[in-house]
């Protein structure tokens, strides 16, 4: 695997790969690789001949000092994680690589950014924006890979790819989950073993309103959710919601596509998880 830490050196490797005929795959991470990234990089490996994984925690989508303190950077073992799921390509740069003093530009991709983890998170989606558009200008991945984990993440991205007319295929991969049901999250570390059982709230609670997606009203199911998740010790709701999964405003009976989407502090870490119901 190579491993480059200049957006010049990767540049210039990627360019010359190009000339060969090679296409380009891109898998951006914050690193702390768990199973749910090397996912990513599986799927990344079957679809594009070059897979770039980059490992960067964006300080600009951080809007929680202690958070992006507290961030897990375990850069040696995610190396060796890397080379194991035979990536191609690492890019691992400083924060001096990727921002100029002072960089406060962003992109206004409209409501979306605001919704849900961006009301409760102000900023998180400029940065993100803000760090894949620069990752997308110094790789010119063909295809970028993205988890339905962050799935407003998702949403975010194919905006701006779509407002930019940038000429990559954005993949969205399924969520990877650990036995008892727990989506993977490099944050799920902080979890203590009591923190991780009250976690399984989450996805129980996401399981049981797809069973009973066709039985209830979207507000009965919301209703319901929302109180098995207050029920749960240690356990503190920020949001639940049945969103339309193209605008994630409410979702409505001519929505095509319905996703459930839940965020909760669990101990003193942050979870985000949800599922497509239909
Ligand atoms: P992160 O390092 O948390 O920024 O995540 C990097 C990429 O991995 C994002 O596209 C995430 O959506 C994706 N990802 C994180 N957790 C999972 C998971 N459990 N299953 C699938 N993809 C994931």
């Not at 740069?93 to 605001?114: Q, R």
């Not at 760090?131 to 997308?136: D, I, N, R, S």
């Not at 669990?266 to 119901?277: A, E, S, Y």
């Amino acid at each position: 695997m190579k491993i480059f830490t200049t957006r010049q050196k990767l540049h210039e490797y990627l360019a010359e790969m190009r000339l060969n005929g090679k296409t380009t795959g891109l898998v951006p991470t914050m690193g702390a690789l768990h199973n749910g990234h090397i996912s990513l990089l599986a799927t990344a490996k079957r679809q594009t001949d070059v897979v770039v994984c980059s490992i960067f925690v964006n300080p600009t989508q951080f809007n929680d000092a202690n958070d992006l303190e507290k961030y897990p950077r375990p850069i040696e073992s995610d190396i060796e994680k890397l080379k194991n799921a035979d990536c191609d390509v690492l890019f691992n740069p400083t924060v001096d690589e990727m921002y100029g003093p002072n960089e406060t530009w962003h992109l206004d991709i409209g409501p979306l950014e605001h919704l849900l983890e961006g009301r409760t998170r102000p900023g998180h989606y400029q940065g993100v924006t803000q760090v894949v558009a620069k990752l997308f200008n110094i790789i010119e991945p063909d295809m970028a890979f993205f988890g339905q984990k962050d799935y407003q993440q998702v949403l975010v991205i194919s905006r701006m790819v779509e407002l930019l007319k940038l000429p990559v295929k954005m993949v969205m991969c399924p969520i990877v989950r650990d036995e008892g049901g727990l989506a993977m999250s490099s944050r799920n570390v902080h979890l203590s073993a009591d923190d991780r059982q009250h976690a399984l709230v989450l996805s129980k609670t996401l399981n049981m309103v797809k069973e009973q997606y066709q039985h209830h009203t979207l507000a009965e199911l919301k209703e319901l959710a929302t109180a098995f998740i207050n029920s749960e010790p240690g356990v503190i709701l920020d949001y639940f919601e049945i969103a339309d999964g193209v605008t994630l405003l409410p979702a409505q009976p001519d929505s095509t596509k319905v996703v459930a989407l839940v965020a909760a502090r669990v101990g003193n870490t942050r979870l985000i998880d949800n599922m497509i119901l239909g």
